[in-house]
């Protein structure tokens, strides 16, 4: 890879096919990593589960070893449960925090270290309401996006004065999708664009040093908080 690239950790549809767009038209060769490879994906793409502690390593060692670090780095990935908290297994319990968590550890593992190395980058967590209240029926969900959450705090206060800018952003609403139309009863007009947000991603992964943000909220206008 010629130019800078860029690995979307959960390049799914909606937000993660809007981030590779983003990229894309910004001049970034885009690295995709998902469990399903979207029908309209353009460029490389690696079906992997997130949070496999072997395959994950193993592939960003490949990527890294053959085009050296990459330049931005996102975590994108949710597993969202919502059942009380006496219907939620442990099996259910233990699969958000592996989907989001173990995912953003292997990931960060693999690649910020070497990105210090290289001169620095941006490596941007997708966080949600979760991350900073617990709602009823939301035990699984809350509770490893608050993780995320001081994952992320812990790996900026490390990797920052290293150059890497380390940012979580907090998508506070539902994301536009066809899923979310399908799951719920919103007037697609108080939804998030995944564009809209894929954009804010690109403006925060090209914040001059001297004013780098740790934690953007993003909400529709609409949006009560």
């Not at 173990?102 to 990105?115: D, E, V, W, Y």
Request: neutral net charge; charged residues 15%; contains cysteine.
């Amino acid at each position: 890879m010629q130019k800078p690239y860029v690995i979307i950790a959960g390049a799914g549809a909606g937000l993660g096919q809007s981030l590779c767009a983003r990229f894309l038209r910004g001049g970034f060769e885009v690295v995709g990593i998902g469990r399903t490879k979207p029908a309209q994906y353009v460029g490389a793409f690696y079906k992997l589960d997130l949070a496999d502690a072997d395959a994950m390593p193993t592939k960003l060692s490949d990527i890294i070893n053959t085009h050296g670090a990459p330049k931005i780095v996102v975590h994108n990935t949710a597993e969202l449960v919502i059942a009380p908290f006496g219907d939620t297994s442990l099996v259910e319990f233990a699969r958000t925090w592996t989907s989001m968590v173990q995912s953003a550890f292997l990931l960060g593992q693999s690649t910020l270290a070497p990105m210090a190395n290289a001169g620095g980058g941006a490596f941007i967590v997708s966080g949600a309401t979760a991350s900073l209240r617990g709602g009823a029926k939301f035990a699984a969900f809350a509770s490893a996006k608050f993780a995320l959450r001081g994952l992320t705090q812990s790996l900026a206060r490390e990797y920052q004065p290293q150059g890497v800018h380390v940012c979580h952003a907090i998508l506070d609403g539902i994301i536009d999708t066809d899923r979310s139309r399908d799951l719920h009863s919103i007037d697609p007009v108080k939804m998030m664009k995944p564009d809209h947000i894929a954009e804010a991603y690109w403006q925060l992964a090209h914040q001059p040093q001297s004013t780098w943000t740790h934690e953007l909220d993003l909400r529709p206008m609409s949006e009560g908080f």
